[in-house]
């Protein structure tokens, strides 16, 4: 027979908070996508705060866009925002064996990809700017196929001219949908200048 695993429990509470505005949910979900699987409330809620825990520091969380969002708040505080995040659905609480880590629900994956879609779209273009080919590393190998689709997405709305030929090296190292979705992407822009 096999061994019991004795999992850690968890307890939500919300404290008075009844609603969360857009910004935030985008924010909590941005902070939890370090920690998808990996990593549970406690450590969200450090993240959040802008906490020097060195743990936290050791991981390098400390550069992710939504550290220290709420730093002028208890760890209390924040600690009901994350809770009202997994009661609503954004985010759910799933075991690692007997730890409970953090996954998004699929409210908060359609959420996040659009937020860190934006966010890796920000540094496409400044990556462009600098001819800063390690930027194209990080989108073909540490990337989401779901949120690459969004990035073009974007491209085909927002790309200018000056980008085509770093979007053009992105091509070359792509698989074969991504390229044809690249190509789309450069035809809307020449189509719009």
Known sequence: MGKRVNRVQFHLDTGSVKQLSAEEIATILRAADELIDSGG???LVKILKGSRDKKLLELGLDQCPAYGFYN???MTEIG???DWMIRNEYLKIEYNY?????VFSKTGWEIEKRTYAQE??????KAAGDNDEQFIVKLK???NRQVIWIILDLI???GTPDMVPFIQKWKEVEVRKIREGIDKSIQSIWERS
């Open 98 to 102: 007997r730890l409970p880590v953090l």
């Open 156 to 158: 085909k709305e927002k």
């Open 80 to 82: 009901f925002r994350v």
């Open 41 to 43: 409330r406690t450590m």
């Open 72 to 74: 002028k708040m208890t």
């Open 120 to 125: 890796l779209y920000d540094q496409l273009c």
């Open 141 to 143: 190998e540490h990337t």
